[in-house]
């Protein structure tokens, strides 16, 4: 079992950058980040596989980015132009399912096992 723990959410105004940070206990998982807003599903919003392989939704993909540092095992999700519909809880994922499998699931909430407790980021317009 991994424990994760997100850092870095808070508020920006609308064209503003945030950098979110997750540590798992442990290395070598599939992870990725998710956000839900009020009254929404939880949607995948970018993964990376333990061989860093990344993907990420489109109405994200010009504007964050997602990195790890494999050797501090630190997960980034780096988010610029923000815009006021990007507010929401965003939580850290992570799973052990084989490669093949993850890239066609890597988005769905569904394909991890483990969750961090979500951190909040609200965008102002």
């Known amino acids: 079992e991994v424990q994760l723990v997100e850092s870095g959410g808070g508020s920006s105004q609308a064209g503003g950058s945030l950098t979110l940070s997750c540590a798992p206990s442990r290395s070598q998982y599939n992870m990725a980040w998710f956000r839900q807003a009020p009254g929404k599903e939880r949607e995948g919003v970018a993964a990376?596989?333990?061989?860093?392989?990344?993907t990420a939704a489109a109405s994200v993909k010009a504007r964050f980015t997602i990195s790890k540092d494999n050797v501090n095992n630190i997960l980034y999700l780096q988010m610029n132009s923000l815009k006021p519909e990007d507010t929401a809880m965003y939580y850290c994922?992570?799973?052990?399912?084989?490669?093949?499998?993850?890239?066609?699931?890597?988005?769905?909430?569904?394909?991890?096992?483990?969750w961090g407790q979500g951190i909040q980021v609200t965008v102002s317009s």
């Open positions: 990376i596989s333990r061989l860093n392989i990344t």
């Open positions: 994922a992570a799973d052990t399912r084989p490669l093949e499998d993850w890239f066609l699931h890597s988005l769905k909430r569904y394909a991890y096992t483990y």
